[in-house]
């Protein structure tokens, strides 16, 4: 089974995001972790895509790879802001000439500056309904629990939220720390009539002031009082508690009804195999 609508159907997923690695060091983490792959098991991978196509062909290569070495479905993001349609139909044909089932439809930022990028699309509704004309993909779009930051309420984030989800099959979340603020978003969803499945995404707390760095744009709540008994830890202990916090809001998603856990792994092994070893999914 490669399609992830038809895995989610069939029961709760494991699954790891990816990014194309730049660099030596970057290369081998990989390595290792697609190494480990028979211990952590996962049920299908993500791997990111640079905004305006910074990545394109890294992406590509690594999503084809891990689809012919490791048999697991990878599932490539795809942002639409500053692509032209041409473009964008182009990488996907090409990904259904490859054997790729499944598409992660993003709308990416625009540029930091407030210049204009460009390009045919804005939102990523419009890019899943592109997505639909090409091919038969098994279609994801991303999910913020506590609301997009640039959205204009979190009502309008919701009702723009189920729209799309209505149009895709399944949606991923952003990392967040509280299980009440997903459970919140899917109750929110369902008083707007829709129940697609939806992945919370778990991000281990190793790397604390990148996380920060990133909850912080993204306008998430972020645990001070963990990060600082990480940052206090020596290198064992550090991992433990990561572990130990990542465990305890799956199980909490767990036993609410998430549909899987999706770990924002850093392309690391050494927390997907012991948070997937601990949880029942
Ligand atoms: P949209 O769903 O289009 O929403 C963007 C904003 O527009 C929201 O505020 C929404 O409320 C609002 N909106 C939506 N529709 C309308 C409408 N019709 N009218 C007015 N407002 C509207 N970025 C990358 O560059 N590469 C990646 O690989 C990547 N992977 C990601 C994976 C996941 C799981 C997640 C959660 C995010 C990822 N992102 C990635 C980040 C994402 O591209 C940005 O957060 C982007 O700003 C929003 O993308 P979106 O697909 O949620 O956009």
């Known amino acids: 089974m490669t399609r992830i609508d038809a895995l989610l159907a069939a029961g709760r997923t494991r699954s790891l995001e990816f990014f194309p690695p730049r660099t030596e060091v970057g290369h081998r983490n990989l390595a ?20 305006g196509g910074s990545t394109r062909d890294l992406t590509r290569d690594l999503v084809i790879e891990i689809g012919r070495t490791h048999h697991i479905p990878a599932m490539p993001h795809l942002t639409c802001v500053g692509h032209s349609k041409g473009e964008l139909v ?24 407030g210049s204009d990028p460009g390009g045919d ?12 004309e090409v091919g038969d993909f098994s279609v994801g ?6 609301g997009h930051p640039r959205s ?23 990392f967040f720390f509280r299980s009440e603020d997903y ?25 604390t002031g990148g996380v920060r760095r990133f909850a912080d744009l993204n306008g998430a709540w972020f645990p001070d009082d963990l990060a600082l008994r990480v940052d206090r830890a020596n290198e064992a202990d ?10 305890t809001l799956c199980e909490e998603l767990v036993r609410g009804g998430a549909p899987g856990v ?6 690391r092994a050494e927390a997907p195999r012991e948070i997937f070893a601990s949880i029942s999914l």
Do not use: W
Not at 40 to 49: E, H, K, N, Q
Not at 238 to 247: I, N
């Open 262 to 267: 999706h770990l924002y792994c850093m392309n």
């Open 32 to 51: 290792a972790t697609l190494g480990a792959f028979d211990q952590i098991d996962p049920a299908f991978v993500s791997v990111t895509y640079g905004a």
């Open 183 to 207: 459970f919140r978003m899917v109750d929110d969803l369902s008083a707007l009539g829709v129940d697609r499945p939806i992945v919370p995404g778990v991000i281990p707390m190793l790397d």
């Open 152 to 174: 204009t309420s979190l009502a309008d984030d919701r009702r723009f939220l189920a729209e799309k989800l209505r149009l895709a099959d399944f949606g991923i979340t952003q």
């Open 121 to 132: 699309f804005r939102y990523a509704a419009e890019l899943v309904e592109l997505i639909r």
């Open 90 to 113: 182009a990488l996907l044909e090409d990904y259904a000439a490859h054997g790729v089932d499944n598409v992660l439809a993003l709308a990416g930022d625009p540029p930091a500056d």
């Open 238 to 247: 550090r991992l433990a508690l990561a572990v130990d916090a990542a465990v």
């Open 141 to 146: 779009v991303a999910a913020f629990p506590e």
